[in-house]
């Protein structure tokens, strides 16, 4: 590991010295500086400052202060402007090459009506400075990362980019885990409703279904308040996508070529490819052939093999090579003219296709932890996503807003699995095959409203949204084959593991077809007023949120057996010829569809919350956020379980209380402290009596109903408890440090079912809790120089979060678990992100150097007898740079991964819960350091004719 970092080392400093060395001016400058109330010298906050006869414009943050970069060369007349001040133009001012221009200066207030005063320009949302204005004004604990920081990391989607967020962690590169909880713990909203989810198995919105060029920023509130939703423990995510700025045009392009070490150019194994599949539509080519009814003893053997052999043949591997990944990604904002109305329009397409090939090594033990199986997996991947985005923005003339947004992501996932198996003495006892298509479809629509009324003391917001979500996972294919020694010396003999005649083993010798969908319709809305109590101006705000999802699965499942007096020598068959259809028949195999099993259900979630809340400034430094949140909320499941109906109607009512306080100790420093309650619901996953097999691991995992039918999972309630200190040193720089604690009843748990095959479901705890610290920090490194008399690093800055957590949950008299005192599943504890950034003033070179490693987390929980999965820590280096061939060229590579550390998931059986490399290994593998390299064309046309927006 010494010898990684030196490498690091040096690598970086000698890119870095290159970097310096190399900056040339390219013809740009910015202007800098501060506006304040010319009276009360109190900072404008959310002004807007534009360069005349251009695009560009950038806001005034909590301190007043602005900056726009990337200014050519020349000479401006710089305009002013904020609501209820008069705006100010300040003519000739000069841009020079590579140098800031300070501009300081104050506005005075206007005494005409607020209806008749005008901005030109339009506030932006997701730079650093706006982001860190927003996290410092906002009444709770936030976090957040704003696009601008995103474009200097090279990360590629949302699940990338949240990792960076304090806290953050992500799992199977899709899911998050904040503050070292679950993402069963986590809500995600999508623009500020409820994001569609496309999984059939987890709670959480699949984050890499969200390109990094779309997001406009994202902000993670760590504790409860009554505007947001309850049911949330770790945090709630609010991801917002890229809007269209009035009177800009932009068109952007990015094309990105990947390299990844033991994939990009290897042999690699596929499903038979279909129609479609280039763009991620091939699920619907695999479905089953129409009209297939239940393979069941209700029809004559001569009816069950003609319907069988309508079947395809898709069993055989094909092999090609894995060629380079492919991103691709086009933006173009403008504006439509409508009646003399100015629409804003975004429009964006992105499409990726990437190869991951792993071998992964597996390994089983038993009670004592002696090894007693061996499997080598080789798992090749293929990814492909279609993406886009429309959207459209329109101001009124009276002020109001609207905005219509579109989201779709259309996703794929072609996987082949290959396993060979040992047992403990290394000889070969089985050969196992996985080959499967999944699509995944997202659609996310809304329209928002925000109006002002009363000269602005009230003012009223809304979205409306519909979700769809669809995953189809058409015949899934599973074969396994046992390996026998040759007679004589000869070649081993494998035989295909199929079940007696009339039997359906849809794992060894079986296809699956599997559909979910999803629809959600839901409406937030937000009414606030500014009363005068006293002397002071207390925010009263009231709202609702409703939201009701509906979701239909349904699965088939197959399963090959031979027949009786049938010819023994098919069962030896390749895997590409076994189940042909002239292998079907009574001289061969038959297919029974397995129908006793719960292999769909049907669910509904209405949800009906209010809430009320009071924003009281007690002095000009100390304010009290408080008030109360109501959920109603009925959970529906139905289905059958063994014929048997099986019904889940769970009306829950709950108040959430909430209170939290800011104390200002000047406009940098600031003090938070806060107390609220938040709850977590089952999900339908959870609860469904279904059961479904994991191939990766073995397992099974059943729904608590299939093993419960009448005692459904409650609700779990938790009491969260913040304390943060905040320091915002200039613009664009902050440091928070935190501390949390929380305490859960009823959490819900995935543990072991002790049965004889390895098992999990689903069940309450009595009770849990966790605390933690947090260190956020931003800071441009120039003070050094100040303080050493340098100028080296005046254009480095330093990014840097550490989160150290404890938890631990009582699991209760009916949970044999390995440890009674563990911690809860999926948790860390502690996380490390950091981040060196150069930075050239005309932007013409970027350099960032990442660094990001979690704690041992438990992956699945163990009982008395079988340890738990623990997924070992793992440090990750990412290195990127960018450099400006032109004023519309840019081009950027990339390392990820430079370290290229296994994923290790190991068991304790000597309970020392040290998780090292000699603890035995479930499985353990490498991603492959990961090069990209890619070019960004930017252009922006002369900027539209403006138009005079209140």
């Given at each position: 590991m010494r010898d990684n970092f030196k490498q690091l080392t040096t690598v970086v400093f000698l890119l870095l010295l290159s970097v310096q060395t190399a900056v040339f001016a390219q013809g740009t400058g910015s202007i800098k500086g501060t506006f304040r109330d010319a009276s009360t010298q109190e900072a404008i906050i959310g002004g807007t400052v534009r360069l005349a006869n251009t695009a560009i414009a950038g806001p005034t943050d909590a301190e007043g202060r602005f900056s726009l970069d990337k200014v050519p060369v020349g000479e401006y007349s710089l305009i002013v402007s904020s609501v209820s001040?008069?705006?100010?133009?300040?003519?000739?001012?000069?841009?020079?090459?590579?140098?800031?221009?300070?501009?300081?200066?104050?506005?005075?207030?206007?005494?005409?009506?607020?209806?008749?005063?005008?901005?030109?320009?339009?506030?932006?949302?997701?730079?650093?400075?706006?982001?860190?204005s927003e996290i410092k004004a906002a009444s709770v604990v936030v976090s957040?990362?704003?696009?601008?920081?995103?474009?200097?990391?090279?990360?590629?989607?949302?699940?990338?980019?949240?990792?960076?967020?304090?806290?953050?962690?992500?799992?199977?590169?899709?899911?998050?885990?904040?503050?070292?909880?679950?993402?069963r713990y986590n809500t995600v909203w999508l623009n500020d409703v409820t994001a569609p989810s496309s999984e059939t198995d987890r709670k959480s919105f699949s984050f890499d279904v969200v390109p990094s060029s779309l997001i406009d920023r994202v902000l993670v509130f760590k504790d409860p308040s009554p505007e947001l939703p309850g049911?949330?423990?770790?945090?709630?995510?609010?991801?917002?996508?890229?809007?269209?700025?009035?009177?800009?045009?932009?068109?952007?392009?990015?094309?990105?070529?990947?390299?990844?070490?033991?994939?990009?150019?290897?042999?690699?194994?596929?499903?038979?490819?279909?129609?479609?599949?280039?763009?991620?539509?091939?699920?619907?080519?695999?479905?089953?052939?129409?009209?297939?009814?239940?393979?069941?003893?209700?029809?004559?053997?001569?009816?069950r093999d003609f319907y069988a052999k309508q079947l395809n043949n898709t069993f055989g591997l094909y092999k090609t090579t894995a060629m380079p990944d492919i991103r691709f990604n086009a933006a173009y904002m403008d504006q439509i003219?409508?009646?003399?109305?100015?629409?804003?329009?975004?429009?964006?397409?992105?499409?990726?296709?990437?190869?991951?090939?792993?071998?992964?090594?597996?390994?089983?033990?038993?009670?004592?932890?002696?090894?007693?199986?061996?499997?080598?997996?080789?798992?090749?991947?293929?990814?492909?996503?279609?993406?886009?985005?429309?959207?459209?923005?329109?101001?009124?003339?009276?002020?109001?807003?609207?905005?219509?947004?579109?989201?779709?992501?259309?996703?794929?996932?072609?996987?082949?699995?290959?396993?060979?198996?040992?047992?403990?003495?290394?000889?070969?006892?089985?050969?196992?095959?996985?080959?499967?298509?999944?699509?995944?479809?997202?659609?996310?629509?809304?329209?928002?409203?925000?109006?002002?009324?009363?000269?602005?003391?009230?003012h009223f917001d809304w979205v409306a949204g519909y979700g769809y979500s669809a995953r189809n996972e058409p015949d899934l294919r599973r074969v396994s084959y046992g390996v026998s020694p040759g007679a004589n010396g000869g070649a081993p003999v494998q035989t295909v593991l199929t079940p007696g005649p009339g039997q359906a083993d849809v794992n060894n010798a079986g296809r699956l077809y599997q559909k979910l969908n999803e629809n959600s319709f839901t409406l937030n809305a937000n009414l606030k007023h500014k009363a005068v109590v006293a002397g002071r101006t207390v925010d009263v705000a009231a709202g609702t949120y409703l939201e009701y999802r509906k979701r239909s699965f349904r699965a088939r499942a197959f399963g090959y057996s031979l027949n009786s007096g049938?010819?023994?020598?098919?069962?030896?068959?390749?895997?590409?010829?076994?189940?042909?259809?002239?292998?079907?028949?009574?001289?061969?195999?038959?297919?029974d569809e397995d129908i006793n099993s719960t292999y769909l259900y049907d669910a509904s979630n209405e949800l009906e919350a209010g809430?009320?809340?009071?924003?009281?400034?007690?002095?000009?430094?100390?304010?009290?956020?408080?008030?109360?949140?109501?959920?109603?909320?009925?959970?529906?499941?139905?289905?059958?379980?063994?014929?048997?109906?099986?019904?889940?109607?769970?009306?829950?009512?709950?108040?959430?209380?909430?209170?939290?306080?800011?104390?200002?100790?000047?406009?940098?420093?600031?003090?938070?402290?806060?107390?609220?309650?938040?709850?977590?619901?089952?999900?339908?996953?959870?609860?469904?009596?279904?059961?479904?097999y994991d191939f990766d691991f073995n397992v099974l995992n059943y729904g608590s109903l299939y093993l419960n039918p009448t005692t459904p999972l409650k609700v779990a309630t938790i009491d969260n408890f913040d304390l943060r200190y905040e320091l915002y040193p200039s613009a664009g720089e902050l440091v928070h440090i935190g501390a949390f604690y929380k305490h859960f009843t009823n959490p819900i748990e995935n543990v072991v079912v002790l049965t004889t095959n390895l098992a999990y479901t689903f069940t309450n705890a009595p009770s849990a809790y966790v605390y933690g610290v947090e260190v956020d920090v931003k800071k441009s490194l120039n003070f050094l120089d100040e303080a050493f008399g340098t100028s080296g690093l005046k254009n480095f800055s330093l990014v840097a979060n550490a989160s150290l957590i404890k938890s631990q949950v009582s699991l209760g008299d009916n949970v044999a678990a390995w440890d009674n005192k563990r911690a809860l599943q999926g948790q860390s504890p502690y996380v490390v992100n950091g981040g060196l950034y150069f930075q050239t003033p005309d932007n013409s070179w970027q350099v960032t150097a990442l660094y990001n490693v979690f704690g041992p987390r438990i992956?699945?929980?163990?009982?008395?007898?079988?340890?738990?999965?623990?997924?070992?820590?793992?440090?990750?280096?990412?290195?990127?740079?960018?450099?400006?061939?032109?004023?519309?060229?840019?081009?950027?590579?990339?390392?990820?991964?430079?370290?290229?550390?296994?994923?290790?998931?190991?068991?304790?059986?000597?309970?020392?819960?040290?998780?090292?490399?000699?603890?035995?290994?479930?499985?353990?593998?490498?991603?492959?350091?990961?090069?990209t390299a890619g070019l960004r064309f930017t252009l922006q046309p002369r900027a539209a004719a403006t138009t005079p927006l209140p």
């Open positions: 001040y008069k705006t100010t133009t300040i003519q000739k001012v000069a841009v020079v090459a590579g140098k800031p221009t300070v501009i300081d200066g104050k506005l005075s207030a206007d005494n005409q009506q607020l209806t008749e005063v005008v901005v030109n320009g339009t506030r932006r949302t997701n730079t650093e400075i706006s982001v860190i957040g990362i704003s696009s601008e920081q995103i474009v200097k990391t090279q990360d590629r989607d949302a699940a990338e980019v949240v990792r960076r967020i304090p806290g953050v962690t992500i799992v199977d590169n899709r899911f998050i885990q904040i503050r070292g909880l679950s993402d049911d949330f423990a770790g945090g709630l995510v609010k991801v917002y996508l890229r809007k269209p700025v009035i009177n800009e045009r932009l068109l952007t392009v990015n094309y990105s070529a990947g390299f990844r070490d033991g994939t990009t150019g290897s042999s690699f194994f596929t499903d038979k490819p279909q129609q479609g599949d280039a763009f991620g539509f091939g699920a619907t080519r695999r479905d089953l052939p129409n009209g297939m009814p239940p393979l069941s003893t209700a029809y004559q053997q001569y009816e003219k409508i009646k003399g109305l100015t629409v804003g329009s975004i429009t964006s397409v992105n499409y990726t296709n990437t190869y991951t090939r792993y071998h992964v090594e597996r390994n089983l033990f038993d009670g004592s932890g002696a090894l007693t199986d061996n499997f080598k997996d080789d798992q090749s991947t293929q990814n492909v996503r279609l993406g886009a985005i429309q959207n459209f923005s329109l101001v009124l003339p009276g002020g109001d807003k609207l905005e219509f947004r579109n989201l779709f992501n259309q996703q794929s996932r072609n996987q082949v699995v290959t396993r060979q198996g040992f047992d403990n003495t290394g000889e070969q006892v089985r050969n196992s095959y996985l080959l499967g298509y999944q699509g995944r479809t997202t659609y996310s629509g809304q329209l928002a409203g925000d109006h002002s009324f009363n000269q602005e003391k009230t049938a010819e023994q020598n098919l069962l030896h068959e390749n895997v590409g010829n076994i189940f042909a259809p002239a292998n079907i028949g009574p001289g061969g195999f038959r297919v809430y009320l809340s009071f924003n009281i400034p007690f002095t000009d430094k100390f304010k009290l956020l408080t008030g109360a949140r109501y959920e109603r909320n009925v959970q529906r499941i139905s289905t059958g379980l063994n014929g048997v109906p099986v019904a889940l109607n769970a009306p829950t009512n709950f108040v959430l209380p909430s209170a939290n306080l800011t104390y200002n100790f000047n406009d940098r420093n600031l003090l938070r402290a806060s107390y609220g309650r938040s709850l977590n619901r089952p999900e339908f996953r959870e609860a469904a009596p279904f059961f479904y992956l699945f929980a163990g009982s008395d007898q079988y340890p738990d999965v623990v997924e070992r820590p793992r440090q990750t280096v990412d290195l990127s740079l960018t450099k400006a061939v032109g004023p519309r060229l840019s081009f950027n590579a990339g390392v990820q991964d430079l370290f290229n550390q296994p994923v290790n998931l190991v068991q304790d059986y000597n309970r020392d819960k040290k998780y090292t490399t000699s603890d035995q290994s479930l499985a353990n593998y490498r991603r492959g350091t990961y090069y």
